[in-house]
């Protein structure tokens, strides 16, 4: 069965207030973008970049690597990543967003040890500390890590194809990758991965040298 890794990287990142989008900033020689192309690549048969600059040139070359033109939307995006898979129902499929580029073996080792047949992977992060829930600054709901599991949602996600196949028409109602494990929790069984810092997203300018820098020889 081959593997295969959709990486979004579509977005604008306008709160990084670059000029270019995050993923093709350049850090230590390398955007970050390829930066992620180079602590995964070894792991699958093919990886689609799904972009909306399909030029960008990556320093070092990968032969199992190509971009994909992005959607109009993040969920648009992911189909036609989809999409560009040959043999869709023989394939491990990953999702995953070029603004968290310092994934690496673990975290893919992990995920695929916990795939299992009707199943899909989601990352998650432990909270340490209750979560609260307002509404327009007034306090709603607060849920206390005593009680019960609370995770924070991370990326990437694991899918087999044949799944993302044979649920294709759910999956175009949802607004983005996020939304795809509620919508097919009746169908698929969804197994939580625990991750660290590895999977941390860059949001702000100062992460990309916090998150880059900190997480760079944890292959």
Known sequence: ?????????????????????????????LSVLEHLISRVAFFF???????????????HEYDNVAFVSSGTTRLGSIQNGIQ????????????????RPMIGKQILDDHLKALKPESATISVMRQSQGVLIGECGIL????????????????PQ????????????????ANDDFDIPEILQQDLT????????????IT???????????TKQDI
């Open 140 to 155: 709603k709901r607060f849920y206390s890590h005593k009680s019960s599991e609370i995770y924070q949602a991370m990326l």
């Open 84 to 99: 560009a898979v040959d043999n869709l129902a023989d394939s491990i499929v990953m999702i995953h967003d070029a603004a």
């Open 204 to 214: 702000y300018y100062e992460d990309i040298t916090r998150i880059l820098d900190v």
């Open 45 to 59: 048969d093919q990886i689609f970049i799904v972009s909306r600059d399909l030029t960008h040139v990556l320093v």
């Open 158 to 173: 694991f899918y087999y194809g044949v799944d993302l196949r044979k649920h294709a028409t759910k999956i175009m109602t």
């Open 1 to 29: 069965m081959q593997t295969i890794a959709i990486i979004l990287a579509g977005g604008v990142g306008t709160r990084t207030k670059l000029k270019e989008p995050k993923q093709y900033f350049i850090h230590d020689g």
């Open 190 to 201: 969804f197994r939580l991965v625990e991750v660290d810092h590895r999977a941390e997203k």
